[in-house]
């Protein structure tokens, strides 16, 4: 069983540009949810979705930020218009039915210059 | 946003010695988890409590879920060179649905 795999792990992007993230969960997680972490601090919910329904969304999740889950497997993060306060490393998670323990992927971390 | 108070942020020991972590809210938790986090990798789940009270160990490490469901606390007993790294709480409040609220981290080095 292999776990949640992220691609790309690292992304360097000028200030301007739009970056994409893909994750893809642990087969069958029907649960998968995004998390930001900058240096020193612990992760940030960001969103969530459930099969291919996105059903929250932080407050942190700007205009700027979309996610997708089209066929209820992958999901891609899309930045736009980034800013130097992106940076971070956005990590993705998987869960499966009613259970919350969350397995998490090795991450992607983005440097905006 | 809400967050936990993870304490202490840092633990300097030696090779051996048990340790102690806690993790406080100001909300009452549905769930409490705790993760390892290595440098540039993402947080790997240790242990999962779900009812106050309950008392959960993984090989040397222990996990427990604070009756007032506001804390949980985490031991690892004989540290070794392998413990190395940021420990995280993090929980699930009864109105916070999936998400996670995590704590800042507690960093630990090992003095061999």
């Known amino acids: 069983d292999t776990g949640v795999s992220q691609d790309p792990r690292h992304k360097i992007t000028k200030r301007g540009q739009n970056v994409t993230f893909r994750c893809d969960p642990i087969s069958e997680h029907n649960r998968l949810y995004w998390y930001r972490q900058t240096l020193g601090q612990g992760p940030e919910f960001l969103t969530y979705f459930q099969n291919e329904a996105q059903l929250e969304k932080s407050r942190l999740l700007s205009d700027r930020f979309s996610a997708e889950r089209p066929k209820g497997s992958f999901s891609t993060l899309e930045i736009q218009r980034t800013e130097q306060g992106d940076s971070a490393m956005y990590l993705c998670?998987?869960?499966?039915?009613?259970?919350?323990?969350?397995?998490f992927g090795p991450g992607t971390r983005l440097t905006v210059t | 946003g809400q967050q936990l108070n993870q304490s202490p942020q840092s633990m300097f020991i030696q090779e051996g010695e048990d340790v102690s972590m806690n993790c406080t809210s100001s909300?009452?938790?549905?769930?409490w988890l705790w993760y390892k986090q290595d440098p540039g990798e993402g947080p790997v789940l240790l242990i999962a409590?779900?009812?106050?009270?309950e008392l959960t160990s993984n090989g040397r490490l222990t996990a427990q879920f604070g009756i007032t469901r506001k804390d949980s606390f985490l031991n690892i007993s004989a540290s070794i060179p392998s413990d190395v790294g940021i420990y995280f709480c993090?929980?699930?409040?009864?109105?916070?649905?999936?998400?996670?609220?995590f704590g800042q981290g507690t960093r630990l080095t090992i003095n061999p």
């Open positions: 993090a929980g699930r409040d009864v109105q916070g649905a999936q998400k996670l609220v």
């Open positions: 998670a998987s869960s499966v039915g009613t259970n919350y323990e969350q397995y």
């Open positions: 909300s009452i938790f549905n769930t």
């Open positions: 409590l779900y009812k106050a009270g």
